[in-house]
């Protein structure tokens, strides 16, 4: 399969403590996030994000081969290529040693936005949590059981 070329990152981010958007496709885009135990997987590893990479999550929705979520760093906390870096290394460990999926999980790249205002944050909330509905998964977005919010974050 042939992989995208990525624009490069920005080497500065000229806001104070920014709100990224992240989305991080499955390898190959394999329809496997949504399984109970990789989806498990998935929630615990975000919830526990502040703790283990200083990087605090807000809401998030897991789709079949990608995964969506806002995410902000905390004091200390890795730079944003390290922390999603580190966070795939650890779920696809994880995932690996509690299912018969094989590796490699996840994609290479990802993908990142920056959030410049509360209105830009619930825009894209609004639609990233329709994903599910667009996808013929559930008929009414809230319905679809991997997506929540792990804290609330500020703008």
């Known amino acids: 399969m042939h992989e ?3 624009l490069p990152r920005l080497r ?21 996030l949504h399984r109970p135990g990789v989806a ?6 975000l919830y526990d994000a502040p ?13 079949p081969d990608h995964v969506h979520f806002f995410c902000l760093a905390v004091s200390d906390g890795k ?7 580190d966070w ?13 999926i094989s590796s490699p999980i996840w994609q290479r790249e990802f ?5 410049r205002s509360s209105g830009s944050y619930a825009a894209k909330w609004n639609y990233v949590r329709e994903n599910p509905v667009r996808a013929g998964l559930v008929a009414d977005a809230d ?11 500020m703008l």
């Open 79 to 85: 730079d944003l290529a390290a922390f999603v870096r």
């Open 12 to 32: 500065r981010i000229w806001l104070k403590d920014p709100v990224y958007f992240l989305t991080i496709c499955a390898a190959d885009r394999r329809q496997i």
């Open 51 to 63: 703790r283990v990479h200083g990087w605090k999550v807000g809401r998030f929705v897991i789709m």
């Open 88 to 100: 795939k290394r650890w779920t696809a460990r994880k995932i690996a040693e509690t299912t018969l």
């Open 4 to 6: 995208r070329r990525h």
């Open 40 to 45: 498990c997987v998935l929630i615990q590893a």
């Open 111 to 115: 993908f990142d936005h920056v959030l």
């Open 143 to 153: 319905d679809w059981p991997h997506q929540g919010e792990c804290a609330a974050l």
